[in-house]
């Protein structure tokens, strides 16, 4: 496993690291599941910590929402939690999907964050982030002077933000926050200028999620509905090219190389709920890097259009 520093923070991540919603929820694509599919039973999905962890892998990610994953995470790093690096995330948002006012907004973040700390087992996290990060919820609410709050109470080493957009991530450097969390592969590449050279010439580290756009860069894609039609269409042009290869790949592999060839990133985060899965994404995270020319022929499969790139404009649960 190789490894990379996150920005100017003093964490070094695997360049693999391992997402736990697939773990703690029913989530993504498959057949027969139209509100995700089922996470593995308790006792698999311990085994695939573990696996992860002897093959290298050192970054963990989950959150306060991803049901039982910080729970799973908690249980599967007991006696190993010194040798990895744990990432949370708590919400600022009420019911209703607005910031909460400034009392109950510094209640709801300890509550938590103290639920993720016991959950989790442990003292501290590696990293906390904000969970879906607006600009309103950056620039006119307490929530980045409450992660400061944790990071000085040492319940937090680093602190960052999740975000979606171009916006939103631009503001939180610009709030001073160490880390971002965003979506970026093959399909999506809007950060690629609009984000990245700004991240890295302020020493802001980035960590990527959706690599496989949840599951639309594999042979889940099969399992898209018709109205997403246009979707499945990109996936089978990225299938195409990756099996054109010399040796052929997967789309799963091309989708984490691509990622793992912008220097700017520190990690690709992926979600497995299986040890072929698992090792499928190890097998690419090992491969010797892409040459640009290759690279720049996945350049050329983008999407541009924003509601296919956006799994909540899907219309599935």
């Known amino acids: 496993m190789r490894y990379r520093q996150l920005g100017k923070t003093d964490l070094r991540l695997s360049e693999l690291s391992l997402g736990a919603a697939a773990l703690g929820m029913p989530y ?142 631009r503001s939180a450097i610009a709030q001073g926050l160490d880390v971002l969390q965003v979506a970026y592969n093959i399909l999506d590449q809007r950060l690629a200028t609009a984000l990245f050279p700004y991240a890295e010439a302020t020493g802001t580290g980035i960590i990527v999620r959706s690599v496989f756009l949840k599951g639309v860069l594999s042979p889940r894609a099969d399992y898209l509905p018709k109205h997403l039609a246009a979707l499945q269409k990109h996936s089978r042009a990225v299938q195409q090219t990756a099996a054109s290869l010399s040796p052929p790949q997967t789309r799963e592999a091309a989708a984490l190389q691509f990622v793992l060839a912008h220097e700017s990133i520190a990690t690709a985060l992926v979600g497995v709920r299986d040890f072929a899965e698992l090792e499928t994404s190890l097998a690419a995270a090992r491969a010797p890097r892409w040459s640009e020319a290759i690279v720049e022929r996945f350049r050329r499969l983008r999407c541009d259009q924003a509601n296919l790139l956006n799994p909540s404009a899907w219309g599935l649960p």
């Open 28 to 169: 993504g694509l498959g057949a027969g599941s139209a509100g995700g599919m089922p996470p593995p039973p308790d006792s698999e999905s311990v085994a695939l910590i573990h696996h992860a962890i002897d093959q290298g892998i050192n970054f963990f990610d989950t959150a306060r929402v991803y049901g039982r994953s910080e729970e799973l995470l908690g249980k599967a790093l007991r006696g190993r939690r010194q040798s990895v690096l744990v990432a949370t995330k708590v919400s600022c948002l009420g019911e209703d999907g607005a910031a909460l006012p400034r009392p109950a907004m510094a209640e709801h973040m300890t509550r938590s964050l103290h639920t993720s700390l016991r959950l989790l087992d442990t003292d501290y996290v590696d990293l906390l982030l904000l969970h879906s990060a607006s600009v309103e919820l950056l620039e006119n609410s307490d929530a980045v002077a409450l992660l400061k709050h944790f990071q000085a109470q040492g319940k937090a080493r680093v602190i960052g933000a999740s975000t979606y957009g171009t916006a939103a991530p």
